[in-house]
Nanobody
Framework: QLQVVESGGGLVQPGGSLRLSCTSS????????VGWFRQAPGKEREGVSC????????HYGDPVKGRFTISRDKTKNTVYLQMNSLKPEDTAVYYC??????????????WGEGTLVTVSS
């Protein structure tokens, strides 16, 4: 049974960088599409990025295009989200999720508990 765990959150200044990691136990992430989502207090959860099992297709939400990069290293059973040029509006709890396809959060079956990213000076 797949369990997903994300890590790497913390406090960073505007313009700074942070890298989040997503890994799993029970089974590997190899056959899954993996997405990153985020939710700020008082706001709906939104999609950030997604990568397919083959890594041939990558999706980015408009607010993070050009600043965030998703990648995966199957030898380490890890999916990364490299976040550059961070803005205060990026502050949120970031969730990693796994599913069959990159078709939005409703299609993701396995979710981590989240890691908090705070962008503030």
């Amino acid at each position: 049974q797949l369990q997903v765990v994300e890590s790497g959150g913390g406090l960073v200044q505007p313009g700074g960088s942070l890298r989040l990691s997503c890994t799993s136990s029970g089974s590997t992430l190899d056959t899954y599409a993996v997405g990153w989502f985020r939710q700020a207090p008082g706001k709906e959860r939104e999609g950030v990025s997604c990568i397919t099992s083959s890594a041939n297709f990558r999706h980015y939400g408009d607010p993070v295009k050009g600043r965030f990069t998703i990648s995966r290293d199957k030898t380490k059973n890890t999916v990364y989200l490299q976040m550059n040029s961070l803005k205060p509006e990026d502050t949120a709890v970031y969730y990693c999720a796994a599913g069959w396809y990159c078709l939005g959060q409703n299609g993701m079956d396995y979710w981590g508990e989240g890691t908090l990213v705070t962008v503030s000076s």
